[in-house]
Every structure is written in structure tokens, then in C-alpha cells.
């Protein structure tokens, strides 16, 4: 019987809500928008829809793991217990640590903060929201002396301007990208500049992109500030010296600074302008170092002092850089500076990435912070939490963030730690000496829903965590919106909730009364009375509104912004709309910037920038997303964009394989070659890892340089090389089972519909093809094979058949001339082959006069580039619009509008 339940994605930061039409014998669940939600009212992107295909038991987690050994909870408990105790006896608190996620419930992530900073007594409780929203927390601290997002989700369709800093909103947060496509389809006059290095998919519906030089940000920022101050210095007696001299910024900009907002609700903005006014002097000098069009710089200044309700959207072109904290101060400097902040259709916003960060942030998830907005900072605050948890042992002082956590795991000086929901094995920077410092360590336990990653292979403990559709609890998107997420199915074997396996551990390690909870409303209670604690206004976060909340009210609860309290009963859209910030004065702060170059420049050895990111269909490091055969369609493999002339200097052909290495590490990946790219840089996706492809694990290729006041990586700027890898063999395998392969050097684990589908790459020719692709495929003695070799080119290519059906392909080739797979792939859907189909087999191609979609572009109606390209091409189609109308392609999560634009 099926169930219709509302729940939340458990994707990226927008927050989107689900209705759920889940069965629980069959374990299937049928996905739809929830058309109430605020978030995304019915829509979701290409990865929400896919959700159903997620939750199949096959890779899950389902028993507690010691050593090895599969066993119960009791045992498992008992060893993560004792093993913690004994570190915290021998060598003191600081020896352990918890390294938690975004991906965490807020529930969960209350008890592992309250056990490690209120009961162990260490502030080494990190997340890897350190390598996500740090800049942006400290950067709204400096600001507005809170981690406070001001805006919602509502302003896009109120905003004149829409500026979208280091984002790639069209992949990332799609649903967002489709409502501030759809703002503009409505507004014609609504104004969207992107700033990115990158020209990304996001570029679709920009009137302006600005590419600039990657790490440039700080300089292009302060350079509004002085555009937008002239003539504001001779109309200011007590500024009249300031060295800003008109003629170089364009006249009439004045006319956007809000010299009253400034006066009265802030404090600095005379050193931030001088500031930005001694470093930077004129437009040309703005495009000359973040290398763009003077004219560009000049219609993105106009157009920002033009334009009252402007938004400044940013995500991890900003966070992820040694000046990131400076680049999130240098935009708010521009927003204060105008008094565009908390009013409709206005303000900086923050997108966060995780489905959780924000709520990761409430309890206090990040090393420097306590719990409820409150951090080691304040003495005051330490003695609060410590009454309000009871407890005596309250952590005193900020525990190691992220990158440091796994230095002294690496030096022997952390030696017991619990991985929660994240796989820094792949996702932290320097990843192989992540790996190291996991392989040196005493102690590792590590909770997650799926048996094999990267960070799993290493641990020592491994307790099985219920998923998303199992578990229950709460979450905060980007706009501060409380939603739940709520159980579809039972939970998967012996799988738990975070928020229980936390507590179990906890009262085994004698702190039994404070982890007595029964359920995740009792933790929501306690974290809701925490936040209003002896908080009189003084602390943004308050939903203390909650703290007497029953369990039916909280089973009930619907969408809502914090805060919520006796002020705000029903949340607050907008915060600062009274213009009083939580510093001490009440006053908003500017921040002087000093433009800073990344940490390191490209040099003779590492001449190129690499830059990493997101693709629209895969969810990070692939655990849950690359089970879905339909998100592995758009992007299969690994790959490198290179700029042309970069490809031509260094060899590089389209599709080839390149080697890419840096002072860290290396990786292998395929070539794409791309004017969206600029020279001198190149980006990889950051998605692959050592379970989907031999060589594409990005992280050990990245800098683990921190920002100094964020301690945030610089994961989008490394300094690399590039060259040609020239396999002797290339070549591809697809089958309806699983494969172990006896690992050529470059291989890459594709899940399709009813096949799995292998690319290869070897420097070593076996003695005997056929030998080689018998004991790969095995098939026994029903299976018919065919088979063609030649010897002179080195092409071999066979096809195992079961009766009609296909079981297997090989194809292998000296050089790539390999044919495309589309084709192939399409017959493992088939129960029997016709003759005709079976005789084309070893060709590899559709028999002439059978269609071939091609490359899949539209993965939610699976349709296919050739199809769209006939289609445009017979029909006459014009607009995305009509190919939507005649193929459906782009109807339903849009996110691949911007791909359907390119072929139109
Ligand atoms: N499909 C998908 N969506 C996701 C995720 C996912 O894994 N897959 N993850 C979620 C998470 S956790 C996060 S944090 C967000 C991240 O969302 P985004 O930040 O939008 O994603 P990224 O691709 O990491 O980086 C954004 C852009 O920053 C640009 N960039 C690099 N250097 C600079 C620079 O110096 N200046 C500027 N201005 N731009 C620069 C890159 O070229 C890139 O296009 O996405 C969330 N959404
Ligand atoms: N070079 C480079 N590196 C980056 C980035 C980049 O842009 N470039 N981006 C950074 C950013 S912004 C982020 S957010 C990180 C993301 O990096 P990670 O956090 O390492 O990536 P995920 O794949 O999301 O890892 C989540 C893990 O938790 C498991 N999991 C899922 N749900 C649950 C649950 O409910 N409980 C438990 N216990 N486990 C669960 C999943 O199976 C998976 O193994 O990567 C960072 N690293
Ligand atoms: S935009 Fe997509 S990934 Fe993000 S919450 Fe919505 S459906 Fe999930
Ligand atoms: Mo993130």
C-alpha cells in the first residue's frame, strides 16, 4: 500500500520539498514536487526527481562492522566507547575528534556537538562545511556580527539586478536557477551578471558575464565600492581627503550610496573606501588585473548603482579561496555601502550547498563555534551552554578545523576519530594525505548509509546510518527555512539514525541522563530552548518558539524561516529590516579589503590553474547519485576542460586521455576541449572517486592552503601541469553484471539501466584478447560468443549472447577509434535481439535505418541529442520552448535548457 508523505530533498541547500508516494514491501517510492512548499513550489531538478532510484538496498550499509567483522550494536558501541575513553585517559580530550557533515540532520548534529564540546570536552568537532560555508559565516561575523543570511528566496522576483558571484546556480541550486529564469522570462528588465572564470551553464540567461581572472573577486568588489562613493567624499566634510578622484570612475555613480543608511546603522565604511580606494584606482585598473573589459566593468558598476534592488548571489567561487572571507566582506561592503539589505528584492545571500549547512551552523557544527550561535569568543557564552547542558566539562577553547583535524590525525596527535555523513578521503584537499593520516591512526569509526567509499575502506568501526527516506528529523535551507525531513521506509538491516548511534556511544561513555533521548522531536526541543536561552534579543537564531513544541506538532511541523519566537511567531522573511545587527554597537561593520592574490601562482613546473566543481547530475562524491543509472548519463566519464590553446600546446586532443599533476598528487581524466574555458586554467569535476574510476579522485591534486581567518581551502586555484597520457590500448566493456576487473591502468565504472559499462585504458597489451575477455565476462557454457580480432591494428571486439539476449560487449582498440555507445547500451533493454540487430552487433553502430538518440541530454525524459537535433532540424523548431513541446526534452526539472539552447 502506498503512503503519500512530504519530506525534503536531501540535495543541495535550496531545500526543495518532496511528496513522496513511497510502498514499503516493494521499497519503491514515486517522487513528486510538493507544490506547497516555499522553496520550490512542485519544482525539482534532474537529482530530486531521480531520488527513487536511490533507494535500493543493494550497496547499503546494513550491519555494524568492528575491525572488519560484521557484528551487532552492542559490540560496536561498546568498542567506539572504549576506545574514546581510553584516548581521552591517556592522552586528554584533544586526542579525539568528530568530523561531521552538512549532510547530518540537525538533530543529529545537536548530539555530536553537545557530546564532543559539552561532555568530552574538546572543541574538535568539525564538519565539512569548513570546506564549504566557513568564509561566508565569518564573513557575515565581521559584518553583521552574526552568521546571518538577510534575504529569501521571495526577493529574486522582486530584484532589478541579480548578480551571481562564483555560482554555478544552473547545476547546483537548478530549482533557484529556474525560478530566477522564470522572474526574468516574466521581467525582461530583470538584469542577471554572472562572475565566474568559467563560462558555465549559469551564462545562459547572463546579459552579462564577467570572466574574470580566477581569484580576482576582492579586487573587481572594491572597485565598486570606489565607483559607487564618487562624489560622496566632497559632499563629506570629515572625508574630504579621500583620494578618490572622480574622473576615473564615471560620473553619476554617487547617486547610489545611502549616505543616511551609512551614518546611521553602520560603523567603518570610511576605512573600508579608503581602503579600497588605495588599492585600487581606476576601472582600467580593475580590468587590467582581473583581466576584463574595461567597458564590461564599467556596464556591471552602472548597472549596480542603477538598480536599487539588487541581489548579490554567491556560492564556492567565493568560499573556496585564501581571500574568501575578504570576498564575502568586499560584496556585503558594496550592499551596506547602499543600504540594500533587508528590504525586498535586495541584500547579499549566501547559497548554502548542503541540504543541512545551515543547520550545521545553529548547533554549532564548526570547530570555533559552541552551539546555538554562540562560540569560544565569549566567556559568557561558554558558561551559558555549560549551565544550559549541565555539564562540567565544557569544551573551553576552539577545537582544529578541517584541514588542521587531519594534519595532527596525519602527526599522531589526534588518535581516535568519528567520520559522520562525509568522505574526506575524496573531499578534503591534499586527499592522499588524508588517506595516510586515516591509515596512521589508532582509531577510526566512520557512520555512513553505504558499504564502499573511499573513507569506509579505512575505518576501523563502521556503524551503519539510516539514509534519507529512513530518517527523521529537521533540516535549514539557504533562506534559514526549517523543513522536515520525514521516514518513507524502514530502515535498511540494522541501519540507525545518526542521532541514536551518537547518544548509544554517549551513555556508554557515562553521560547517559544528557543523551537520554527517545526521539528527534526531544533533541529538537532541547536545541529549540537552547537558542532562546537567556537570549533577549541578543542572538539571531531563537526558535525558542519550538522548545515547548508536543510530538505532534513537530510530526506537523510545515516549512518555516527562523527566527521563530514571541516576536516572530511566524518567522521572519527578512532579517535586519529594522536595521539592527548583533555586534555590540547594533551597527553593521564594513571591512577594509586588501586585495590578495591566491595563495599560489602558476609556475615554470605547474604553469596552469586548476579549477574544480560541480556537474549538474552527480551529488559529490557519487554514494548515493551514481546508483541512479539515469544521473550517469549526462557526464559518464572524468574529465578536464581545457581552453584550445592550451589543448594545442600541450597536445591535447578532444577526448584523449590527459594526466593532470600537481605538487600533491595526480589524476587521470578525459580531455574536453572548450572556449568556456579561459587559458591557463583548466577545471575537473569533484565527483570521481576510487570506487567509479581508477585515477579520478580530484582531491589529491588540490592545495590544502586555508584562508587565514575562515581557515576555508582554496579548492578552486592549484597550480598544475597537463600532458598527454597515451595508453597502449583504449577500449570499453559492457555487461549486465557487475565486473571485478584486474585493474588496467585507467578504468572508469559507468551504472546504466540494465548494464554496467566500463571504459578502459591500459599500458599493457595482455597475452590473448579473447583469454583476457573470458575471464572478465566468464558466461559459461549457455553463452554464444562472437568474436572478431585483428591482429594488424590491434582491434578486438567481441559479444557474449545469452540465447537472444545480450549479456556483454568488448571492444578494444590501439588508438580511440572506438565506437560511440549510445547504440550498444540501448540493448541491454532488450529481452532478444532481431537477426539484424545481432549481425551489427561487432560493428558497434545502429544497422542503417534504426535511430540512434545519441548522447543523452535530457535525463529526465531521456532524450537523447540526436533525437533533439532531427527534431530542430525536420520540425523547424526555434525555442527551447517548442523543442519542449514536440519532445518533452526540458519540461520538467529545466536544467538541461541551457545544453537544448546550445544545439538550437
Ligand atoms: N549538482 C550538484 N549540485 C550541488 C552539489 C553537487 O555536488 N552537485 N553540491 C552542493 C554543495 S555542497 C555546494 S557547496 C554547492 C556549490 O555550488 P557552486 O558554488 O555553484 O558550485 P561549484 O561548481 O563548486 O563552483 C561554482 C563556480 O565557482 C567558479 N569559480 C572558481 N574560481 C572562482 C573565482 O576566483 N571567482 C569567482 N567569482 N568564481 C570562481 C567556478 O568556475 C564554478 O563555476 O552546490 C550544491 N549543489
Ligand atoms: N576540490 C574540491 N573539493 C571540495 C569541493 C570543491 O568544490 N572542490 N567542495 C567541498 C564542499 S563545498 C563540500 S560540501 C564537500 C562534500 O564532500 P563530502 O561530504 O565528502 O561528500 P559526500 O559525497 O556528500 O559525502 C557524504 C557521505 O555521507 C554519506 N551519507 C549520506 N547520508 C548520510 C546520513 O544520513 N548519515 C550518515 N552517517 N552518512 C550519510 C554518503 O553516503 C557519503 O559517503 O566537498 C568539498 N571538497
Ligand atoms: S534543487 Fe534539486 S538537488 Fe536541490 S533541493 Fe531541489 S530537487 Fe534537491
Ligand atoms: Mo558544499
Request: proline share 5%.
Amino acid at each position: 500500500m502506498t503512503h503519500t508523505i512530504k519530506t525534503t530533498c536531501p540535495y543541495c541547500g535550496v531545500g526543495c520539498g518532496i511528496s513522496a508516494a513511497a510502498d514499503e514491501q516493494s521499497r519503491h517510492v514515486k517522487i513528486q514536487g510538493d507544490k506547497n512548499h516555499p522553496a520550490n513550489f512542485g519544482r525539482l531538478c534532474s537529482k530530486g526527481s531521480a531520488l527513487g532510484e536511490t533507494v535500493e538496498l543493494k550497496g547499503r550499509l546494513l550491519q555494524p562492522r568492528v575491525y572488519g567483522r560484521e557484528t551487532g550494536w552492542d559490540e560496536a558501541l561498546d568498542a567506539v566507547a572504549d576506545s574514546f575513553i581510553h584516548v581521552i585517559q591517556t592522552y586528554g580530550p584533544d586526542a579525539v575528534a568528530i568530523y561531521g557533515s552538512g549532510q547530518l540532520l540537525t538533530e543529529d548534529y545537536y548530539v555530536a556537538n553537545k557530546l564532543m564540546k559539552g561532555y568530552i570536552g574538546s572543541g574538535n568537532m568539525d564538519t565539512n562545511s569548513r570546506l564549504c560555508m566557513s568564509s561566508s559565516v565569518a564573513g557575515h561575523k565581521r559584518a553583521f556580527g552574526s552568521d546571518t543570511v538577510p534575504g529569501c528566496y521571495a526577493d529574486f522576483e522582486l530584484a532589478d539586478m541579480i548578480v551571481l558571484i562564483g555560482s554555478n546556480t544552473a547545476w547546483c541550486h537548478p530549482v533557484s536557477f529556474q525560478r530566477i529564469r522564470a522572474a526574468k522570462e516574466a521581467n525582461p528588465a530583470l538584469k542577471i551578471v554572472v562572475i565566474d572564470p568559467r563560462r558555465t551553464a549559469t551564462c545562459d540567461i547572463a546579459d552579462l558575464h564577467l570572466p574574470l581572472a580566477a581569484g580576482s573577486d576582492t579586487i573587481l568588489f572594491n572597485g565598486l565600492l570606489n565607483f559607487l562613493s564618487v562624489g560622496y567624499a566632497s559632499r563629506t566634510a570629515h572625508l574630504a581627503d579621500m583620494p578618490v578622484s572622480d574622473t576615473h570612475w564615471g560620473i553619476n555613480a554617487y547617486a547610489a550610496l545611502n549616505a543616511d543608511y551609512i551614518g546611521q546603522h553602520t560603523e567603518g565604511f570610511a576605512e573600508a573606501l579608503a581602503c579600497a580606494a588605495r588599492t585600487v584606482k581606476s576601472i582600467a585598473q580593475v580590468a587590467a588585473q582581473c583581466r576584463l573589459d574595461v567597458a564590461d566593468v564599467q556596464r556591471f558598476y552602472e548597472g549596480f548603482a542603477g538598480n536599487e534592488k539588487v541581489m548579490s548571489l554567491y556560492s564556492q567561487g567565493v568560499n573556496q579561496s585564501t581571500s574568501g572571507t575578504d570576498k564575502v566582506n568586499a560584496i556585503i561592503n558594496c550592499h551596506l555601502a547602499t543600504g540594500r539589505i533587508g528590504k525586498p528584492g535586495m541584500g547579499p545571500f549566501s547559497l548554502t550547498g548542503q541540504p543541512n549547512a545551515m543547520g550545521g551552523r545553529e548547533v554549532g557544527g564548526l570547530s570555533h563555534q559552541l552551539a546555538a550561535h554562540m562560540d569560544f569568543c565569549s566567556a559568557e557564552d561558554i558558561d551559558r551552554v555549560a549551565r544550559f547542558w549541565g555539564t562540567d566539562h565544557i569544551a573551553r577553547t576552539a577545537g582544529l578545523p578541517a584541514v588542521e583535524l587531519f594534519d595532527a590525525i596525519y602527526d599522531g596527535k589526534v588518535k581516535a576519530v568519528w567520520i559522520m555523513g562525509t568522505n574526506p578521503v575524496v573531499s578534503l584537499p591534499n586527499a592522499d594525505k588524508v588517506k595516510q593520516a586515516l591509515q596512521r591512526c589508532d582509531f577510526v569509526v566512520v557512520s555512513d548509509c553505504i558499504a564502499d567509499t573511499d573513507t569506509t575502506a579505512l575505518a576501523h568501526v563502521l556503524l551503519p546510518a539510516q539514509g534519507w527516506s529512513e530518517k527523521d528529523g529537521t533540516v535549514t535551507n539557504s533562506e534559514r527555512c526549517i523543513s522536515r525531513q520525514r521516514t518513507l521506509f524502514s530502515p535498511a538491516g540494522q541501519a540507525r539514525p545518526d542521532w541514536w548511534i551518537i547518544s548509544q556511544v554517549a551513555g556508554r561513555m557515562g553521560f547517559g541522563a544528557a543523551f537520554a533521548y527517545q526521539a528527534p522531536v526531544d533533541i529538537f526541543r532541547e536545541h529549540a530552548a537552547l537558542s532562546g536561552f537567556e537570549n533577549n534579543g541578543r542572538r539571531d537564531f531563537d526558535i525558542s518558539a519550538f522548545a515547548g513544541m508536543s510530538a505532534t506538532e513537530y510530526e506537523q511541523l510545515l516549512p518555516i524561516q527562523w527566527p521563530v519566537n514571541k516576536t516572530y511567531p511566524q518567522g521572519r522573511a527578512r532579517m535586519f529590516d529594522d536595521n539592527r545587527f548583533f555586534t555590540p554597537s547594533g551597527k553593521a561593520q564594513f571591512i577594509a579589503i586588501t586585495p590578495r592574490p591566491p595563495a599560489h601562482a602558476p609556475d615554470a613546473d605547474y604553469p596552469l590553474i586548476l579549477n574544480t566543481g560541480r556537474l549538474r547530475d552527480q551529488w559529490h562524491t557519487m554514494t548515493r547519485t551514481a546508483i541512479a543509472a539515469k544521473l550517469n548519463q549526462h557526464k559518464p566519464e572524468p574529465f578536464v576542460e581545457v581552453h584550445p590553446q592550451d589543448a594545442a600546446y600541450y597536445w591535447l586532443v578532444q577526448h584523449g586521455l590527459a594526466l593532470i599533476e600537481s605538487r600533491w598528487g595526480a589524476m587521470l581524466a578525459r580531455v574536453q576541449v572548450t572556449d568556456g574555458q579561459q587559458q591557463g586554467n583548466v577545471f575537473v569535476p569533484m565527483h570521481w572517486t576510487g570506487q567509479y574510476a581508477s585515477m579520478g579522485r580530484m582531491g589529491t591534486l588540490v592545495n590544502p592552503v586555508v584562508d587565514p581567518v575562515s581557515k576555508q581551502p582554496e579548492c578552486k586555484h592549484t597550480p598544475v601541469r597537463i600532458a598527454v597520457y597515451q595508453p597502449v590500448w583504449q577500449g570499453f566493456m559492457l555487461s549486465r553484471q557487475e565486473l571485478t576487473l584486474t585493474a588496467p591502468e585507467y578504468w572508469v565504472k559507468i551504472k546504466g539501466g540494465q548494464f554496467y559499462r566500463y571504459e578502459l585504458a591500459g599500458q599493457n597489451l595482455p597475452d590473448d584478447w579473447q583469454n583476457w575477455a573470458k575471464a572478465h565476462l566468464g558466461g559459461g557454457a549457455q553463452t554464444q560468443w562472437q568474436e572478431y580480432q585483428d591482429a594488424g591494428t590491434g582491434n578486438y571486439r567481441a559479444a557474449q549472447l545469452r540465447g537472444k539476449r545480450l549479456e556483454s560487449v568488448v571492444f578494444i582498440a590501439a588508438h580511440n577509434n572506438l565506437p560511440e555507445r549510445n547504440w550498444l547500451t540501448g540493448l541491454f533493454d532488450k529481452e532478444a535481439l532481431d537477426s539484424q540487430e545481432r549481425r551489427a552487433l561487432l560493428t558497434g553502430m545502429a544497422p542503417l535505418g534504426v535511430p540512434d538518440v545519441g548522447a543523452i541530454v535530457c535525463a529526465c525524459f531521456n532524450v537523447g541529442e540526436n533525437t533533439i537535433r532531427e527534431a530542430i532540424k525536420a520540425q523547424g523548431l526555434k525555442t527551447h520552448q517548442e523543442v519542449g513541446q514536440c519532445l518533452k526534452a526540458g519540461t520538467n526539472c529545466g536544467s538541461c535548457v541551457p545544453e537544448i539552447k546550445a544545439l538550437l
